[in-house]
């Protein structure tokens, strides 16, 4: 039994932190139909950012709590500098082209983005840990567990479901809806595409800051560590359905606890289980659990 | 009378100025007498070491101490005269991009010896290549017992212990502070360094102790960076010790992630690596941690610099120049470079103060012992240094700012490295108390 | 549309120049040499992919199914023959796509460069776990290659390396045209257009898909045999994302719409790399990405249409439409 809660709780942890991770990803993907490689990297700066706002506001003396809100504030920094950047000086130009060309510029982008937080933070690992200790333990089933990742949990599901509302339930969600469906006829009834395109593709930036800033206090950032949140990413929404915001939470879920059932059970799987997964499920159904099929146009 | 005085005024200031050209000439003339016959202009010694990615921990620490000691060395007029000069080399990329670099090494920029290689990969990979170029090469930190346990080498050495000694190193010290352990776990990275200090741990403990259990067997990616399953799973296990060789930034992560939950007052947990990382922790670092600086003979508190000469140049100076306390990753680059000078030096004397041939040195360094701030090292037959090794409990430092290493314990090379030809697990399944 | 012609004038030249590389090139650069050349059969099987309109960021595995191919066979069956391994890489990598490719047919876009990268990546890991079978990260060591039963003497095996990789690649580069050049061929580049009209003319897409993938697959083998015995030492990354990212990269630096611009790109990424990471070692990375967006932005065609361009303007022969 306690070890049902502990594997349940593990794994809900990991989830809302690959849901936060890969929620930008499939959001970018949705309306853009790219695939956004230098996600990865927009991750690890926006982790960058906060902890380096997070270790001055402490180094100053200030309230270790309004270290919360450098969690809030990095991400759209980022999120406001890099994203239109990146769309409207590099993105831009290759829509429309083939779909090869457009990964292959994001990858670059990435590896770009990749140095150039060697340059600006230096090799050594950074980290800050008061946003992390603040809030104290509380004990599951005997086992202890941090305050903070219950936090996590939360804002994964708030900011997951606030996404969906602003979809369905607002006008800019609409529109968006409609440039997915049809670019050309929601060109043709008026709507500014390249704006919407801008628009989702810095949502998406900040979200891919937001879940490296909001991961941040856990860990301690060093350059590199986006390649592994990359590929952890592109599994999570390759289960989901891609373009899918109900599908990349189902997908982190899954992940997140076949995970945790490896390290508990069979600590052996850990590292496979997640491409196996992303295997199997691609083979059943190649779409994605929740993806559209793409229809063909002749 | 004007006659006389001016030739003996001139006479005066030409035997002043003569006698200070003697005096500031003469040093040179000195060295250039000591300067061995058929010496080159310069010692050309490449060195290779992570200068990116996440191993950038070790790398920096041996590039700042390789700059250090070649300056130095340099200042005081090189090796018998010969000054050195240092070609250094990112070791990322692969084992296609450090043999390519390799070859480039020796036959482009045509260096006398090659120092470096921290990844077991790179230095497995290119140790045939030395041996077909017929390079010198001195391995630093490179932990792989493969390296010097699986084929004879002719050109290339390793000035440091390998990886069983940090496994065996830890069990002996587990049992001394801990004598009725009971449980023991392990929390590691899922790749050759992780399988074997793991494996050679497990192995020592049961084989000094038959009655312990192991509960868990932990295996996360490389620098996985997110632990909490892990640690739940340990927090569930409970066991009495757990064993990890997490490194730079996934080591503080894992106690970032782990001291608040318990995990260190839960279990003895010991780590072969942390020393590196105990000035970035500062106070993060719970006491009474089992820490050591991998199987190293000292660290920069012991022995003690007060009293020790070579050790407190080598602690002042780098402190001095980069803002740090020597780890050790530092001080076994202080190991190779060290070495390597005093084979020089023993293969010029024995050659009666000519320049050695590449096979002069590498004879030489056969069976030498030379000087280090941690003590002396030996380098064996089968071109295997051996050193001892220090372990101790962590405890905050306030004089410091990070924890220092108390209850502190020392361990000879026998007690923790293999004898020549014998393989480590089979030596390990033959310990002796 | 014809087939395009092998560019002969260039072609001839390239191989002259290559053949006496040994000759007037440093040892070392010899070495970057072979290795660029080995890599280029992988590199022309991603190209083959692109010209289709398809990324893969999992060629790798083919890649590394050559190396520990050898890897296996030293160890344990004591066969460092070249030519054998050569074949029996190109069988087992044509072995794993025929399976792989099985399910890998059905995916196109960004499903088929996800889908590679899984299996690449289930690859790496299981390579990596299997430590006491694949020496894990360590990795395997392979040792000197013999020739058809001839052991070359130690001063000569470089040469013979290098000598052996080129004739492969020139082979590879001239079976690859005669594909290209084939229905199946011109199919394949169909496919970056309009499946529908290749159905419509009786063809099966999934067909033209499957046996590109098997002739990929086994390109992929070869230049991981090659690769194994210049280097001497294999290891897991071998079939991790990167390496595979790594060959599409060289595929769009030469140029993937012909067949010789790979092997351009393959020795430019070499040479870059190496100096890069000589001179700017924490910015090596980025110096390649600012080099793929270049490409991509001004010039898609790599170095091949950067050289048509150039021939252009000479009025030797026409510039050929490129299609990005």
Redesign the interface.
């Known amino acids: 039994m306690?070890?049902l809660t502990?594997i349940a709780?593990?794994?809900t942890?990991?989830a809302a932190?690959l849901f936060l991770i890969s929620v930008g990803l499939t959001l970018v993907?949705g309306v853009l139909r790219i695939?956004n490689v230098a996600h990865g990297g927009l991750y690890a700066f926006g982790a960058f950012t906060a902890t380096t706002l997070a270790m001055r506001l402490l180094d100053l003396g200030a309230n270790p709590y309004f270290t919360y809100l450098m969690l809030l504030v990095a991400p759209v920094i980022v999120g406001v500098i890099a994203g239109p950047l990146i769309e409207r000086v590099?993105l831009q130009?290759?829509y429309g082209?083939?779909?090869?060309?457009q990964?292959?510029?994001t990858?670059?982008?990435?590896?770009?983005l990749?140095?150039?937080i060697?340059?600006i933070w230096g090799?050594?690992?950074l980290?800050v840990?008061a946003p992390?200790?603040l809030l104290g333990?509380f004990s599951l089933s005997g086992?202890?567990?941090?305050w903070y990742?219950v936090v996590l949990i939360a804002v994964a599901i708030l900011f997951g479901g606030a996404l969906v509302w602003a979809v369905r339930g607002t006008r800019i969600g609409k529109i968006a809806v409609s440039v997915i469906n049809d670019r050309e006829i929601s060109q043709a009834i008026g709507i500014n595409v390249n704006r919407v395109y801008m628009g989702s593709f810095t949502l998406g930036a900040f979200c891919a800051a937001l879940g490296g800033a909001l991961i941040a206090p856990?860990?301690?950032?060093?350059?590199?560590?986006a390649?592994?949140a990359t590929?952890l990413a592109?599994?999570v929404i390759?289960i989901g359905g891609?373009g899918n915001l109900e599908g990349a939470a189902l997908g982190a879920l899954i992940v997140g606890l076949l995970?945790?059932m490896a390290?508990?059970l069979f600590?052996?799987a850990?590292?496979?289980v997640i491409?196996?997964a992303?295997?199997v499920v691609?083979?059943i159904r190649?779409?994605g659990l929740f993806g559209q099929v793409?229809l063909?146009r002749? | 009378m004007r006659r006389f005085t001016l030739p003996l005024g001139l006479l005066c200031c030409l035997l002043t100025v003569g006698a200070l050209a003697f005096i500031l000439t003469a040093p040179a003339q000195v060295a250039s007498q000591a300067r061995p016959a058929g010496a080159p202009a310069e010692l050309k010694v490449g060195f290779v070491d992570f200068l990116s990615g996440p191993a950038v921990l070790f790398g920096a620490s041996g590039k700042n101490t390789a700059e250090w000691i070649v300056d130095k060395w340099n200042k005081e007029g090189g090796i018998r005269g010969v000054k050195v000069k240092l070609v250094i080399v990112d070791e990322a990329g692969g084992p296609d991009k450090q043999v390519t670099e390799f070859r480039r090494l020796a036959l482009d920029e045509k260096v006398d010896t090659v120092v470096g290689f921290t990844s077991s990969a790179t230095c497995l990979a290119i140790a045939p290549v030395a041996e077909e170029l017929k390079v010198l090469t001195v391995v630093h930190i490179c932990g792989t017992r493969r390296l010097t346990e699986e084929r004879p080498l002719k050109y290339v050495f390793r000035t440091s212990n390998h990886q069983a000694a940090d496994s065996v190193m830890l069990a002996r010290y587990v049992l001394s502070v801990k004598p009725d352990v009971k449980t023991i776990a392990g929390a590691n990275e899922d790749y050759a360094w992780g399988r074997d200090s793991w494996d050679d741990f497990k192995a020592s403990m049961l084989r000094l102790k038959p009655d312990v259990k192991v509960t868990a067997e932990l295996w996360t990616k490389i620098q996985a960076g997110e632990y909490s399953a892990e640690i739940s799973k340990l927090l569930v296990a409970k066991p009495d010790v757990v064993h990890s060789t997490f490194w730079a930034a996934g080591l503080i992560t894992f106690i970032k992630q782990g001291a608040p939950r318990g995990l260190f007052k839960d279990s003895l947990v010991a780590l072969s690596v942390a020393e590196q990382s105990l000035q970035d922790l500062k106070k993060e670092m719970p006491d009474g941690v089992i820490v050591a600086p991998r199987a190293t003979p000292g660290y920069f508190l012991y022995p003690d610099p007060a009293k020790n000469p070579l050790q407190k140049e080598f602690v002042e100076g780098i402190k001095a120049r980069y803002g740090r306390y020597p780890e050790y990753a530092y001080h076994r680059t202080y190991q190779a470079f060290a070495g390597l000078r005093a084979a020089y030096e023993k293969a010029i004397d024995q050659g009666g103060g000519k320049w050695p041939k590449t096979e002069d040195v590498t004879k030489a360094f056969e069976g030498l012992t030379w000087q280090t701030p941690y003590g002396t090292i030996t380098m064996r037959a089968d071109h295997q240094a051996v050193h001892g090794g220090l372990v101790g409990l962590t405890k905050f430092n306030p004089q410091y700012g990070f924890p220092t290493l108390d209850r502190m314990a020392t361990f000879q090379a026998e007690e923790i490295m293999p004898p020549v030809g014998v393989k480590s697990p089979d030596w390990i399944a033959q310990l002796k108390k | 549309m014809e087939a395009k012609r092998l560019p002969l004038a260039p072609a001839v030249g390239g191989a002259a120049l290559l053949l006496v590389v040994p000759f007037i090139l440093p040892d070392w650069m010899k070495f970057i040499v072979t290795l660029a050349m080995a890599k280029f059969v992988a590199v022309l099987a991603v190209a083959l992919f692109l010209r289709a309109n398809l990324v893969t960021f999992g060629h790798a595995m083919f890649y590394a199914v050559g190396a520990y191919a050898v890897g296996f066979s030293v160890k344990w069956f004591r066969i460092d023959d070249m030519v054998v391994l050569l074949l029996l890489g190109a069988l087992l990598g044509a072995g794993a796509a025929a399976l792989i490719g099985l399910v890998m047919a059905r995916y196109r876009e960004v499903f088929f460069a996800m889908l590679n990268l899984a299996f690449s990546m289930m690859l790496y890991g299981v390579l990596l776990k299997l430590y006491w079978l694949t020496g894990g990260t360590d990795g395997l060591g392979v040792g000197r290659p013999t020739f058809l039963g001839y052991a070359p003497p130690r001063e000569y095996l470089r040469d013979f390396l290098y000598y052996t990789t080129l004739g492969v690649a020139g082979i590879v580069i001239y079976v690859v045209h005669r594909f290209l050049a084939s229905p199946l061929g011109f199919y394949l580049r169909a496919l970056a257009d309009n499946e529908i009209r290749i159905e419509y003319s009786g063809e099966s897409v999934r067909r033209v898909l499957y046996v590109t993938y098997i002739v990929a697959g086994a390109l992929g083998a070869v230049a991981g045999v090659l690769t194994a015995f210049t280097v001497g030492h294999i290891v897991p990354e071998y079939s991790f994302w990167i390496q595979s990212g790594d060959f599409v990269f060289v595929a769009l630096l030469g140029g993937y719409g012909s067949v010789v611009g790979p092997l351009i790109g393959s020795i430019a990424f070499e040479f870059i790399r190496t100096y890069a990471s000589k001179y700017f070692p924490n910015e090596w990375q980025m110096t390649l990405g600012i080099i793929m967006l270049a490409i991509i932005l001004f010039r898609p065609g790599g170095l091949w249409a950067i050289y048509e361009a150039l021939a252009a303007r000479v009025g030797r022969r026409p510039s050929e439409g490129r299609r990005a």
């Open positions: 306690r070890q502990t709780m593990d794994g942890v990991f932190i993907f695939l590099f130009r290759v082209r083939a779909e090869a060309i990964l292959l510029l990858f670059s982008i990435f590896l770009i990749d140095d150039l060697k340059l090799t050594k690992p980290f840990s992390y200790t333990e086992i202890r567990y941090s990742q856990t860990i301690a950032v060093a350059p590199g560590f390649v592994d590929v592109f599994a390759a891609m995970r945790a390290v508990h600590p052996e850990d590292l496979v491409y196996l992303m295997i691609l083979v190649p779409q793409e063909r002749i």
